[in-house]
Nanobody, 121 residues
Framework: QVQLVESGGGLVQPGESLKLSCAAS????????MGWYRQAPGKQRELVAA???????KYADSVKGRFTISRDIAKNTVYLQMNSLKPEDTAVFYC???????????????WGQGTQVTVSA
């Protein structure tokens, strides 16, 4: 089994910063893409940012220039640095990882339990 554990969420004021972390553990042979998604109340879950094993990144238009995704491959950890936070960033943030558990196995997507980010004055 593979577990993803997020941390770093909290309550901040508009304009402030937060850094989220997500560590993967368990039976891991390799991890391809890791990403962050968010889901606000009454809305669908959406991609925030993703990073491949080769370091290519992708961002939602709404966070470009404010958020930065990075990863530590040796630690199976992905980070999301969030700057200039806005009230509309308020959501539960989820980590996802595409993991192979064997050398010739398929990749499966695993999700973390989510961490709340609230931006409010």
């Amino acid at each position: 089994q593979v577990q993803l554990v997020e941390s770093g969420g909290g309550l901040v004021q508009p304009g402030e910063s937060l850094k989220l972390s997500c560590a993967a553990s368990g039976k891991i042979f390799s991890i391809n893409t890791m990403g962050w998604y968010r889901q606000a109340p009454g809305k669908q879950r959406e991609l925030v940012a993703a990073i491949t094993g080769g370091g290519s990144t992708k961002y939602a238009d709404s966070v470009k220039g404010r958020f930065t995704i990075s990863r530590d491959i040796a630690k199976n950890t992905v980070y999301l640095q969030m700057n200039s936070l806005k009230p509309e960033d308020t959501a539960v943030f989820y980590c996802k990882a595409s993991v192979s558990t064997t050398p010739h196995g398929f990749e499966y997507d695993y999700w973390g339990q989510g961490t709340q980010v609230t931006v409010s004055a």
